[in-house]
């Protein structure tokens, strides 16, 4: 899969690949590059795409609207807000 996604006003290519890493060097389950405007998710994993490809999207709109969140707080808003869409996908089709 590659296609691009438009948060705020920047256009992110979408990666999915079946392995990557963060800076480190460790294994991850997604990427949100905000030089390269890049996200990459990894298809190696058993937690759901759009649930990753949420949270490397909450990155993005961090970096795009300057709020300075921590990871912990990226987490919770991914999760919440991936929940709220899974329980009600009545109203998000």
Do not use: W
Request: with cysteine; charged share 25%.
């Amino acid at each position: 899969m590659n296609t691009k996604l438009k948060i705020g006003s920047l256009t992110y290519e979408v990666d999915i690949l079946p392995f990557i890493r963060d800076d480190e060097g460790h294994e991850a389950l997604g990427r949100c590059d905000t030089d390269k405007l890049n996200i990459i998710i990894s298809q190696d994993t058993n937690i759901p795409t759009p649930r990753i490809l949420l949270h490397e999207v909450i990155h993005a709109i961090d970096y795009e609207y300057g709020l300075e969140l921590v990871e912990s707080q990226v987490r919770i808003l991914a999760n919440a807000l991936y929940q709220v869409i899974n329980d009600n996908d009545d109203f998000f089709e």
